[in-house]
């Protein structure tokens, strides 16, 4: 199995969505996502972070603006097999076992059967010994690896992850933190990352895109410049976690200022 796509750049400009003609939950949105490299975004609840993954990934259209990958509308992408999407919910086919849920990211992709890419997924994911379970007889963070195994089987040129280890407990959301990441980046996918905590985002990403609440704004966009295997308990760690945590602690103080003229 190749270990790398080609990457894609990802472009928004002056992206915006528009609810039901009053529920503005996107506005204006203008960023570029370099290829190969992996976004955390952040914002506090509700400020529209799913919609604007869903707007990249092409499952939404904005109501003002573009988006565009490598060039193309992300549509283009994903009928190429291009493009993979991870959810806080791994979306597994009951029925199905883990080899046969993995190989449908090649199936959903276009892409030719490669028993072999499956095989060797899933071992990297750590699910080794487990392809003819089906997805009742796992654990939560074993049905989420076989999800990322999926999104990750057909080498995506962008891999779009809303909260994939939200829904799981503290210790396991750790160790997939751990144990996952280095796949993708191994893939050099460009990657953005939907996550409500601050230390996921400084322990993966290269980039920090902090949104505002409700319309998402770009409120501030830092480069992560910590080396590789970050130490949670350094310094440098916990000063850019602090400084990230204040910025969105100040947005929501912003919203509710706002809130109460
Ligand atoms: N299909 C839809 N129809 C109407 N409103 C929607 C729709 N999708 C999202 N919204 C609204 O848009 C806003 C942003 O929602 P979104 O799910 O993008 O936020 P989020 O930042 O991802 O939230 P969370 O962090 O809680 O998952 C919310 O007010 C939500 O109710």
Redesign the pocket.
Known sequence: MAEAAVPADIQCSGVSRL??GS?L??DGIDLTFAAGRTTALL??????????L?LIAGLEDPTAGQVLIAGQPPQALCKQGGLSVAFQDPCLLPWLTVTRNVALGLRLARQAPDPQAVDQMINLVGLGGFQNARPAALSGGMRQRAAIARALVTRPRVLLL??PFGALDALTRRQLAHDLPPLWQRQQATTLL?T?SVDEAVMLADRIVV?SP?P?RVMADLDVTLPRSRDPESAAFRRLSAEVLALLIRGGEQAQALAAQ
């Open positions: 609810f039901d529920i939950a996107v914002g506090p609840s509700g400020c529209g972070k799913s919609t604007l869903r809303d909260e939907v409500h949104l409700r998402a």
